[in-house]
């Protein structure tokens, strides 16, 4: 096995690219790679970009990302690994490689559930994803997500409150700046799990990077749990995967009132599974894996009851005043951005609860700085965002 070729293969074809047919035809990555182009042209594989790019790399340029990842001690993992995860190879496109912060699993081994959300989480969802996932570690299940502020950050949290480890899967490389604000969280689970991503190093995350993320997420999983999600979020789009992989959905119903978040209560509505207990997620698993202890399972009063000393003072935040005040301060920030459109538009997407500075902004973005910096200004005068010091925004 030489990963050099398969760091080779992912930088031709892409992310997300299906590659099973062209190593089908060609017998190894290595075999292809030996080719010309009259036979990659020939190729009914292949298509004419594909092969422009095959044309393009060298082995030369997968050894200088390989010297990279040596230099910072991030692992490769190839498709055909024996560390790689059977459950995401079986997927209709898994990655050809995956570049590793930390200590992979044996994820085969485990019931494992991707818990989703929106990063504009509200209190309800932020504490429901937390218990969710504290409840569905304590029993030796295993959380993945995306590494995000919100939901993703609750968790990752959760498993941590339980003693266990977690893992996210990221929309960029490694070395890149993405999300300074949670680079916090990224480094704690690097050292008590994994950070995964299937993008070279230095690679930034764009509108195109997450999608590919999200199959990633549903594929190193047995069921994906999505908590208060849009019916246009990101978190839909990780379902569907779930749903063309043959995953468990489930969903944490949401107030039927709240129109931002009907994408949860839709998943409902289509035969997704109500999420209301730890319980409900892992009884399914109990006798597939060894590795799930139910008799460790909690409610969710009981999960809530056992607080962590460190988060008492977080825990506030979460009584039924609060929760329905910052709701209400929420649709009404929602009631005012509903008219926003082009660059205004694109802004308000990009921002956070959480403050991040203007060079966040214009990578998510893709707005040059006077136009990000512009569009920022109107929302600040419509009192949708808000700025502090060191140009970063969130928010309002």
């Given amino acids: ?165 977690t893992y996210a899967v990221l929309g960029s490389g490694f070395g890149t700046d993405y999300l300074r604000s949670n680079k916090e969280l990224r480094g704690h689970i690097s050292k008590n799990g994994a950070l995964i991503t299937e993008y070279p190093p230095f690679v930034k995350a764009d509108k195109t990077t997450f999608p590919m993320r999200n199959r990633i997420i549903s594929g190193l999983s047995d069921g994906i749990l999505v908590v208060e999600a849009g019916v246009k979020s990101g978190s839909l789009i990780t379902a569907q995967h779930a749903a063309e992989q043959g995953r468990d959905i489930f969903a944490i119903p949401a107030s039927i009132l709240d129109y931002n978040f009907y994408g949860t209560n839709k998943l409902l509505d289509d035969g997704a599974t109500a999420a209301t207990s730890p319980q409900i997620l892992l009884e399914r698993y109990a006798g597939i894996y060894d590795t799930l202890d139910l008799s460790k399972i909690k409610t969710l009063r009981e999960l809530a009851e056992s607080k962590n000393p460190a988060n008492t003072k977080e825990e506030q935040q979460f009584t039924f005043d609060n929760v329905r005040h910052d709701r209400a301060l929420r649709l009404q920030r929602e009631e005012k951005a509903l008219s926003l459109e082009g660059d205004e538009r694109r802004v308000y997407n990009a921002l956070e609860d959480e403050l991040c500075g203007i060079e966040t902004i214009i990578e998510k973005t893709g707005l040059e700085s006077p136009k990000a910096l512009a569009a920022l200004t109107l929302l600040e005068m419509k009192g949708i965002a808000e700025s502090a010091s060191g140009k970063r925004y969130k928010l309002k």
């Fill in 1 to 165: 096995m030489d990963v050099r070729y398969w760091v080779w293969l992912q930088m031709c074809l892409g992310e997300g690219a299906r590659f099973k047919p062209i190593i089908e035809e060609f017998g190894s990555v290595k075999e292809l790679y030996s080719k010309n182009i009259i036979d990659w042209k020939m190729s009914p594989s292949l298509t004419a970009a594909q092969v422009e790019r095959l044309t393009r790399f060298s082995l030369s340029d997968a050894e200088k990302i390989i010297l990279e990842c040596d230099r910072n001690e991030w692992k490769i993992i190839c498709y055909e690994d024996g560390l790689y995860p059977e459950k995401l190879r079986n997927i209709p496109n898994p990655p050809a490689v995956l570049y590793i912060d930390g200590e992979m699993p044996r994820f085969d081994a485990f019931a494992v559930i991707g818990i989703v959300g929106t990063r504009k989480a509200s209190p309800y969802a932020v504490k429901a994803a937390r218990l969710m996932a504290k409840g569905i570690s304590l029993c030796g299940g295993i959380i993945v997500s995306g590494g995000a502020l919100g939901v993703d950050s609750a968790a990752h949290n959760g498993a941590f409150d339980a003693g266990a480890k």
